[in-house]
């Protein structure tokens, strides 16, 4: 059974970085046509895809994060990255990762995912 797990959330200033880091168990990050994401979900609103990566290593972003936030992922250990840099109030949220398989590109559509974790807070402060 896969299992995600992330940390790395926390209460920051604008303008300052986090990292979210996702723990995979229970799936091979070598196996071919996986795609992995991280979505956010924030006060009131629904749950949106901001960052996802494919099995090649491809990428695709939120316009609204795009040029700040990086997606990585390290197959040897089977985590996933999101560095965050400067941050903005409306960056605060839930954040989850997710993972599914299947599919050639980088996903950012929710329902594309069956597989996610409990997610981590993120507040950042003016």
């Known amino acids: 059974e896969m299992q995600l797990v992330e940390s790395g959330g926390g209460s920051v200033q604008a303008g300052e970085s986090l990292r979210l880091a996702c723990v995979a168990s229970g799936i091979t990050l070598t196996y071919k046509n996986y795609y992995l994401g991280w979505f956010r979900q924030g006060p009131g609103k629904e749950r949106e895809g901001i960052a996802g990566i494919d099995s090649k290593g491809r990428t695709k972003y939120a316009d609204s994060v795009k040029g700040r936030f990086t997606i990585y992922r390290d197959s040897a250990n089977g985590t996933l990255y999101l560095q965050m840099n400067d941050l903005k109030p409306e960056d605060t949220g839930m954040y989850y990762c997710?993972?599914?398989?299947?599919?050639?590109?980088?996903?950012?559509?929710?329902?594309?995912?069956?597989?996610w974790g409990q997610g981590t807070q993120v507040t950042v402060s003016s």
């Open positions: 997710a993972a599914d398989f299947g599919r050639d590109d980088p996903q950012l559509w929710v329902g594309y995912y069956n597989h």
